[in-house]
C-alpha cells in the first residue's frame, strides 16, 4: 500500500430540518392554535483516530464528505429526527488544518480521540414557538440552520521516540534492519527511503521505543529541494534524534561538514528541533578508514562545537553489530528523562478526549456592492444564513425577515450608498424592492 501523509479533504455538515406550520384541527376543540413542529438537528462531521490506520491512502480516492441533514418537524409540536453525526476515521499522529486560513485546528495522537470541525445546523422552529398574545396563531416558521462547512488538509506525522537523520546512504535503514523487525528497502544509492518506516526496540531489560527511519536530507531541504520536507514533517514529533554520519569516507565529504548541513536543515525548518537531545552515531566503522576519521571528527566537534551542548558520540557498525547495543541502551536512558516537546504551530494542547473546533467569523454582517445589472448586492455569512432560515413561501415570514435586516441596520446603510425608492436589492437568487 502507498504511503500517503498529506491530503485535502472538503466537509460538509448536515442541514438542520425545517420547523413547519400546523394548525390544530380536531372536533370540539375550538381555536386550536398552532401545532407545527421544529426541525432536527443536522449531522455534524467528526474525525477520530483508529490505530489500526497506518496511511491516509484513503482520502486518496475520497475526498467530499456530507453529513445528512436533520428531519422537518411535523404536525402535534412533533420535533423531526435529528441526523446521526458522521465519523471519518484517521491515523494516529494527523494534524488538521484549515485549508484556507493555514490554522491548526487540532492534532490527534491517541486512540479513540475525536475532533469535531464542522457543527451541523440547529432545527428551524416550528409555529409553535412564535405563537404571542399579540399573534396567537402565527403562520410563522423557520427553515433549518445551514450546517458548517470547510476544506481541511490532513498531515500525518509518525509517531516515534526515535528519530534517524543524516544524508542518504549513511546506513539509516539498514541500522532499523538491525535493531527491529522491520525490513526498509536497502541500496547504494541516493533516497533508497523514500517513505517513513518504523519499527519497535526492545531491550533485554524490559524497555522499548518506536524507532524510525525518515527519508534522507539533502542541502536546501527546508526549502523543498528533494525528499526534505516530507523527512523534516515526521521529524516533528521525536523525542530523540540519533544523527547518523558516515565515517567510512568513500563519498569524500568531509564528515563534521555534513554534521552541521543537517542541523542546519533541523534549525531552517523549525529551531526548536535542536533543542531534542541528539546522539551522533558515526556508522560504517568496520571500514578501513572510519577510525582516523573518527579522530578527525571528534578534533572538529571539539574545536568548533555546533551544538550548545555537545552530543555523545556512539560509533557503531551495523554490518558487525560492534555498538549497536551500547546506542540503544543510551538511547533508552536517554528517553527517560526527556520531556515531550510541543508540536509546532499548534495554538492549544487540549488533553479532553473530544474536542471541538468553533469556527471564528470576524467578517462584517453584511457587505453591499453592485451587481451587474444595476441591483444592489447584500453578502455576507450572516444575512445570507439569515436569509437561507427564512420560509419565503409565507408572508409572516418574508415581513419578520424585513425586520430583522432593518434592526442589522441594512435600510441605512442602502440609504448610505446611495439606494433610493424602487431600486432592486438582491439576496442570493431573491430579490426586492427598496422602500423608505
Known sequence: MAFVDQVKIELKAGNGGDGIISFRREKFVDMGGPFGGDGGRGGSIILRVDEGLRTLMDFRYKRHFKATHGAKGGTKGMTGRSAEDLYIKVPQGTTVIDAESGRVLGDLTENGQELKVVKGGRGGRGNMKFATPKNPAPELAENGEPGEQMTIKLELKVLADVGLVGFPSVGKSTLLSVVTSAKPKIAAYHFTTLVPNLGMVRLDDGRDFVMADLPGLIEGASQGIGLGIQFLRHVERTKVILHLIDMSGLDE????????????????????????????????????????????????????????????????????????????????????????????????????????????????????????????????????????????????????????????????????????????????????????
Open 253 to 436: 565529504t568531509d564528515a563534521y561538514q555534513n554534521f552541521v548541513k543537517i542541523n542546519e536543515e533541523l534549525k531552517e525548518y523549525d529551531p526548536q528541533l535542536l533543542d531534542r537531545p541528539q546522539i551522533i552515531v558515526p556508522t560504517k566503522m568496520d571500514m578501513p578508514n572510519s577510525a582516523d576519521n573518527l579522530v578527525e571528527f571528534r578534533d572538529k566537534l571539539k574545536a568548533q562545537p555546533y551544538l550548545s551542548t555537545v552530543p555523545q558520540i556512539i560509533p557503531i557498525s551495523a554490518l558487525t553489530r560492534s555498538g549497536v547495543t551500547d546506542l540503544l541502551r543510551a538511547t533508552a536512558d536517554l528517553l527517560e528523562v526527556t520531556p515531550e516537546f510541543p508540536m509546532k504551530d499548534m495554538p492549544f494542547q487540549d488533553d479532553s478526549h473530544t474536542t471541538t473546533y468553533e469556527l471564528e467569523n470576524d467578517e462584517p454582517a453584511f457587505v453591499i456592492s453592485k451587481g451587474e445589472y444595476g441591483e444592489w448586492v447584500l453578502s455576507g455569512a450572516k444575512i445570507e444564513k439569515l436569509f437561507k432560515m427564512t420560509n419565503t413561501a409565507h408572508d409572516e415570514s418574508v415581513l419578520r425577515f424585513a425586520r430583522q435586516l432593518r434592526s442589522m441596520g441594512v435600510d441605512d446603510a442602502l440609504r448610505q450608498a446611495g439606494a433610493e425608492n424602487g431600486d432592486e436589492v438582491a439576496i442570493l437568487n431573491f430579490r426586492f424592492e427598496f422602500s423608505e
